[in-house]
C-alpha cells in the first residue's frame, strides 16, 4: 500500500515538471503591435480587456462614479459633449450607438487601441476574440448594411456617414476581431496579420525606445509619442494637468499597470528629449531624499520629499507651510452694501462688521525680514526637503486644523543660533513691533516660541526641523534614529487616503460654506461646490483606496516613475 502511494507521488511529481517546462516553453503570444501600421500616436494594449472591463462594470467605484456630483459637472462640460458628438457620429456610420453592451461584445481577451488623430479620433482597434463570438455580436449582425472589400485575402466590411464623414470598417480574421475608424488602417492590419512587410509601429523610434526602456507589460500598457500629442491643440486644451512646459522635456513614455491582490503599481517612463549628464549635485540631492523619508512620522496624513538646491525653493517652503501659511493675494476691496430704494432695507446683520472706512490690512513680508534666512539656505547647502501634512479634529470636533512640518538636510551642520536667528527675524513684523511672543524656550529636544502661536524648531547636525505642532515634530526626530531604507530618488510622496478623508470633506465643507449651511449644493447653485462636493465625491468614489505613494528616480536620459496604491478591500 505504502509502494502504491510513494508511486503515485513520483507520477504527480513528474506530471507537475513535465507540465512546468512545458510552460516554460511555451512561446506567450505575440505581441498586437506587430499589427498595428504606423503612424499612431498613442497605443493601449490589454492582456485582458473582457477581464479588466468586467472588473469594472462590477465595481463598486464606478457605481458609485456615476452617481456622484463629480460626473453630473462632467457630463455637461466641453470635452463629455465633444466625445458625445464623435460617438454620435460612430453610431450614424456604424449603424449601431458604442455603448458599454458595444463595448462588452467586442471586448476579447488579448487587445490593442492605436490613435492615429486626437481630434478626429481615428483609431484602430485588435482584440483576440474567438470567430463564433464576433459572429454573435450586433456589429457583424448589421453587416449587410456595410460595403464588401478585400485586404490580404479577407473580406472586411466598411460604411461611411456621408453628413459627419466618419468611416467605420471591421472584420473577423481567425480569432481576431478588428475596428477602425479608417478602412485604410483595418486594410493594413489585415495586410500585417496575414505577414506582410509593411512599416508598423514597432519600427518606429518613439515606440522602440520606449518599450526598451520600460520592464516586461503590465495587464495595461500604453506608449505615448509625446512630440506629436503634446503640440496637439486638442490636447492642450483637455489634459487638466496643465503642465504642458513639463511635458515639452519628453519625446515619448510608456506606462505600465499591474493589479495584484489590494495592490495596483504603475510603472512610468519618460524618455527626455536632450540627455543631461548626472553631476555630484543631483547624486547627493537622490540620497539626501532616501535619507530624510525616514522622519515621516507613521500617524502622517501625507507627505512630500523631494531634492532642492535653490534658497529661494526653501524659504518658499517653510513660508508657506510654518512661518507664513495664510498669507495670499489681498483680499477684495469691502463696498457698502447696496440701497434698497423699494423697501429702505439697507443690508442683513453680517454686513454690521463689514469695515468699509478703510482698506483692508496688508502684512507683505520685507525683503530685508527675509535677507537672514535666504543667507542660512544658501551657505547651508541644502540638499533635500521634506513637507509633512497631517489634518486633526478640535477637542469638540467641529473644525478641523492643519498641522504641518519641515525638515531641511544640507551638507554641514546647522549652526542653530544662527536658525533661531533667522526665524526671529522673518517672523518679527508680522507678529509683533516688539520681541513679545518670540523669545525662544527649551522643550524636551527642541526650541519653542513663548507667545501664543505654536512654534517650534529642532536642529541635529545636519537636520533642521520645523513645524507649528510640537507633538508632530517630536514624532519627526523620533525617528532619527531610524537606517534609511528607500533607495535614492529626487522625490517620494505619499497620501494616506483612509486617515485623512473625513478630515479633509469636513474642512472643504466649512471652506465652500462659511456661513454654515449643510453640505450638498444649495437649489440656486448651478453648479455644485468645487471642494466639498466635486472633490468630496471622487474621494468618496475611491474611498477604497487606502493610500497612495510616488517614487521618481531621475537616470541621465529618462524620468522612472512608480505610483502604487493600496486598497483597503
Not at 160 to 183: H, N
Request: a neutral charge; hydrophobic letters at 40%; charged letters at 20%.
Amino acid at each position: 500500500m505504502k509502494r502504491a502511494a510513494i508511486l503515485l507521488l513520483i507520477c504527480t511529481a513528474c506530471i507537475g515538471a513535465s507540465w512546468a517546462a512545458f510552460q516554460a516553453l511555451t512561446p506567450e503570444a505575440p505581441s498586437l503591435s506587430r499589427y498595428v501600421p504606423a503612424g499612431s500616436l498613442l497605443y493601449l494594449q490589454a492582456k485582458d480587456f473582457s477581464s479588466l472591463l468586467g472588473d469594472w462594470n462590477a465595481s463598486a467605484q464606478k457605481a458609485s462614479w456615476v452617481n456622484s456630483k463629480n460626473y453630473e459637472v462632467y457630463s455637461r462640460s466641453r470635452l463629455f459633449l465633444r466625445l458625445q458628438g464623435a460617438g454620435d457620429q460612430f453610431a450614424a456610420a456604424a449603424g449601431l450607438p458604442p455603448d458599454m453592451n458595444f463595448v462588452t461584445q467586442v471586448a476579447g481577451t488579448q487587445s490593442a487601441l492605436a490613435l492615429y488623430d486626437i481630434g478626429k479620433l481615428q483609431f484602430l482597434y485588435i482584440t483576440k476574440l474567438p470567430s463564433a463570438s464576433s459572429m454573435q455580436s450586433a456589429l457583424w449582425q448589421t453587416r449587410a448594411k456595410f460595403e464588401t472589400r478585400s485586404a490580404a485575402g479577407v473580406t472586411f466590411y466598411v460604411r461611411r456617414d456621408p453628413e459627419s464623414e466618419r468611416e467605420v470598417a471591421f472584420a473577423a480574421s481567425g480569432d481576431y476581431l478588428i475596428l477602425a475608424t479608417r478602412e485604410d488602417l483595418l486594410a493594413g492590419a489585415l495586410q500585417l496579420l496575414a505577414g506582410g512587410k509593411d512599416r508598423t509601429i514597432e519600427a518606429e523610434q518613439w515606440w522602440s525606445q520606449s518599450v526598451a526602456a520600460a520592464g516586461s507589460a503590465g495587464d495595461l500598457r500604453m506608449v505615448l509619442n509625446l512630440e506629436k500629442i503634446v503640440p496637439s491643440p486638442y490636447f492642450r486644451s483637455y489634459w487638466i494637468q496643465r503642465n504642458i512646459t513639463d511635458m515639452k522635456q519628453y519625446s515619448a513614455a510608456v506606462s505600465d499597470l499591474f493589479r495584484s491582490g489590494k495592490e495596483y503599481r504603475e510603472e512610468r517612463v519618460l524618455l527626455k528629449k536632450s540627455m543631461a549628464a548626472s553631476n555630484a549635485t543631483t547624486e547627493d540631492g537622490a540620497t539626501a531624499v532616501a535619507d530624510l523619508v525616514r522622519l515621516v512620522p507613521a500617524d502622517t496624513g501625507t507627505y512630500e520629499v523631494r531634492a532642492i538646491s535653490s534658497a529661494a525653493d526653501c524659504l518658499e517652503v517653510l513660508e508657506t507651510k510654518t512661518l507664513a501659511p495664510h498669507r495670499g493675494p489681498a483680499v477684495a476691496l469691502q463696498t457698502a452694501p447696496g440701497v434698497q430704494l423699494s423697501s429702505g432695507e439697507t443690508g442683513s446683520s453680517s454686513d454690521l462688521e463689514t469695515r468699509i472706512d478703510q482698506a483692508p490690512l496688508k502684512t507683505p513680508v520685507s525683503s530685508d525680514a527675509a535677507t537672514s534666512l535666504k543667507d542660512l539656505f544658501q551657505k547651508a547647502q541644502v540638499r533635500a526637503i521634506l513637507q509633512v501634512q497631517a489634518t486633526e479634529r478640535d477637542k469638540d470636533g467641529v473644525f478641523v486644523r492643519i498641522h504641518s512640518g519641515v525638515a531641511f538636510v544640507a551638507a554641514a551642520d546647522w549652526q542653530e543660533t544662527s536658525v533661531r536667528s533667522a526665524l526671529v527675524d522673518f517672523l518679527r513684523p508680522s507678529l509683533t513691533t516688539s520681541i513679545l511672543g518670540l523669545q525662544w524656550q527649551s522643550k524636551s529636544g527642541f526650541q519653542e516660541l513663548n507667545g501664543l502661536w505654536n512654534f517650534a524648531v529642532a536642529v541635529r547636525g545636519k537636520y533642521l526641523l520645523v513645524s507649528d505642532d510640537p507633538s508632530l515634530l517630536k514624532n519627526m526626530f523620533a525617528n532619527m534614529s531610524q537606517k534609511p531604507s528607500q533607495k535614492p530618488a529626487v522625490f517620494l510622496a505619499g497620501f494616506h487616503h483612509a486617515r485623512e478623508r473625513e478630515n479633509l470633506v469636513r474642512l472643504t465643507g466649512h471652506l465652500d460654506r462659511p456661513g454654515g449651511s449643510p453640505a450638498g449644493a444649495a437649489p440656486s447653485q448651478p453648479y455644485p461646490q468645487f471642494f466639498s462636493d466635486n472633490l468630496a465625491s471622487f474621494s468618496a468614489a475611491l474611498s477604497g483606496v487606502s493610500s497612495e505613494t510616488i517614487v521618481i528616480r531621475d537616470a541621465s536620459d529618462k524620468i522612472l516613475q512608480t505610483v502604487t496604491y493600496e486598497w483597503s478591500r
